[in-house]
């Protein structure tokens, strides 16, 4: 069993910048897959970037080139940085695992860019 949990959501104008970090309860493992997804009032969850257990990375079109994710397995944290936030990147943001096939979530951060 692995427990998520996000931090650094907060409120922020366009254009900002925040750093969003998932720190795991338990070891993780190379061989882990992690990722963030977000979800915004009234649209169906997404995913935002993810990391593979060999370093392969994945943006949604829409954070490309402004969004970057980063594992420290030795840490236990997969970390987001978001530049250049838009009021359309508001949400709440989930961090998750994978193992074995198996998802482990946290419970989610809020992001919140005003215009």
């Known amino acids: 069993q692995v427990q998520l949990v996000e931090s650094g959501g907060g409120l922020v104008q366009a254009g900002g910048s925040l750093r969003l970090s998932c720190a795991a309860s338990?070891?993780?493992?190379?061989?882990?897959?992690m990722g963030w997804y977000r979800q915004a009032p009234g649209k169906q969850r997404e995913l935002v970037a993810s990391?593979?257990?060999?370093?392969?990375?994945n943006y949604a079109d829409s954070v490309k080139c402004r969004f970057t994710i980063s594992r420290d397995n030795a840490e236990n944290t997969v970390n987001l940085q978001m530049n250049s936030l838009k009021p359309e990147d508001t949400a709440v943001y989930y961090c998750?695992?994978?193992?074995?096939?198996?998802?482990?979530w946290g419970q989610g951060t809020q992001v919140t860019v005003s215009s």
């Open positions: 998750t695992l994978q193992r074995r096939g198996f998802n482990y």
């Open positions: 338990a070891r993780i493992f190379s061989s882990d897959n």
């Open positions: 990391i593979t257990s060999r370093g392969n990375i």
